[in-house]
């Protein structure tokens, strides 16, 4: 009759006046081993509710000072008692006070005179609606900490996301800086060359000038003397022009690549030209080594495109083939070429240097991972590259290496970027 029902697990209270309903309640009750609370009226009965928090209440309805109804009404009024199952025992079996009592927040209904087994096969199967009532609050209750504690954790690793993806742009644009940094003082110190060389020049063309004229203020002017001075001023004026020119050359490279680089504007321009000027202002840095950096192919290629993010593409990669290709003292050969092809514009950028193991090559691309850290690698010079090629040109880039035989990096940027017509 219990069924699978633990009763020992349980406590009733069990609220009527009439001492013989009471017995017969808690005889049926007790054998069961359920503990058991009486109280005799709705008054004791709501106080003993609220302080004992039993798992059901049976109340009778008719009682003298407060009836059932009531009862049961602040019974659900009261927050501490609301949860607790209510079942009514009573002698009125009119549908009306039935659904009267169900309206005041009962769950069941018993009528007088009570039959034991009713009784237990009722409160059997409101406990078991109690218990997975329970159950089912405890569940919703972890349910919503742990949604509350992922939404936490998905709020702070949003935010620390963020943080580290501006953190992550600001270390970029600070390597794009220092490239153009690393720019700047090569082509400084390689125009300090030519400008010495004018000012000396220069300053040798001064003084023969006023030994010159000295020497004409004293009627002295003799062949001989009017020939050093014509030799002297031309062939320091030829020193001095070739000097300027070369310097104007550096600084026209170095400010169209620069500017070119630090304002990323879309323009027209033909690869190749432009791809000299890069490599003239990249000179400065393999004066002072062996190596060697090439440029071929299609003259007559044309693009309108940023011709600023292309330059930071070249740089980068003659700048981690300078780091990571070869030994100090080393010479080695760099070459880019640039061609026409079915996909758009291919440009192949290859070193003769150490080549990339099998296993390194999956990462090469990834922020922050150099095996040259001790060189003054960061680490974002292939990420700034890869993330140039195909975000901002919308393109592809492969590698082909092998240890001991450079690398090769296959770049493509798609057609739509060129000016010229493709269905040759």
């Known amino acids: 009759m219990s069924g699978d029902i633990d009763f020992r697990n349980y406590t009733l209270l069990i609220i009527d006046d009439n001492p013989n309903n009471l017995g017969v309640a808690v005889s049926a009750l007790e054998s069961f081993g359920a503990t058991i609370l009486v109280s005799r009226s709705g008054e004791s009965g709501l ?4 302080y004992a928090q039993p798992n059901i209440i049976l109340l009778d309805v008719l009682m003298p000072d407060i009836d059932g109804f009531e009862t049961c009404r602040r019974l659900k009024a009261n927050p501490k008692t609301e ?11 009119s549908n009306n006070d039935k659904v009267k009592g169900l309206e005041v927040g009962a769950v069941d209904y018993v009528t007088k005179p009570i039959y034991v087994d009713e009784l237990l096969a009722r409160v059997k ?4 609606l109690y218990a997975l009532n329970q159950t089912l609050q405890t569940q919703n209750n972890q349910l919503k900490a742990e949604i509350e504690q992922r939404i936490t954790t998905e709020k702070t690793l949003t935010e620390t996301i963020d943080q580290l993806k501006n953190t992550q742009s600001q270390l970029i644009e600070s390597e794009k ?17 030519p ?50 020119h070369r310097a104007g050359d550096l600084v026209r490279s170095f400010k169209l690549v620069a500017v070119d680089q630090s304002h990323q504007e879309q323009r027209e321009f033909n690869v190749k030209s432009y791809l000299q000027e890069v490599v003239n202002s990249l000179r ?31 740089t980068n990669l003659v700048t981690n083939s300078l780091t990571h290709a070869y030994q100090p003292s080393e010479p080695g050969l760099m070459q880019m070429d640039i061609q026409k ?7 192949t950028y290859s070193d003769d240097g150490c080549g990339i193991p099998p296993e390194k090559q999956r990462k090469i691309f990834e922020p922050f991972y150099t095996t040259a850290r001790d060189r003054g690698g960061t680490g974002l010079g292939l990420h700034i590259v890869y993330n140039l090629v195909t975000q901002s ?13 450079g690398t090769k990096f296959l770049i493509s940027l798609p057609q739509e970027l060129l000016k010229s017509d493709f269905s040759c």
Not at 218 to 244: D, E, P, T, W
Not at 284 to 310: A, E, F, M
């Open 393 to 405: 040109f919308s393109g592809k880039i492969k590698v082909d290496s092998q240890a001991g035989k």
């Open 47 to 50: 106080q003993r509710a609220a």
């Open 284 to 314: 400065p840095q393999l004066k002072n080594s062996k190596h060697q950096l090439l440029l071929t192919g299609d003259d007559s290629l044309v693009i309108t495109s940023y011709p600023g993010l292309l330059a930071q593409i070249v």
């Open 83 to 93: 949860p607790i199952p209510v079942i009514f025992m009573t002698a009125l079996t």
């Open 341 to 347: 092809g079915f996909q758009g514009l291919q440009l």
């Open 125 to 128: 199967v409101h406990l078991q």
């Open 177 to 193: 800086m220092a490239a153009l940094g690393n720019l700047v003082a090569g082509v400084a110190h390689e125009i300090s060359t």
């Open 195 to 244: 400008i010495g060389t004018s000012i000396t020049a220069a300053s040798t063309l001064a003084d023969e000038t006023q030994t010159f004229l000295k020497a004409v203020e004293q009627g002295q002017v003799k062949r001989s003397v009017f020939s050093r001075y014509i030799h002297v001023a031309k062939s320091s004026s030829k020193l001095v022009l070739s000097n300027l």
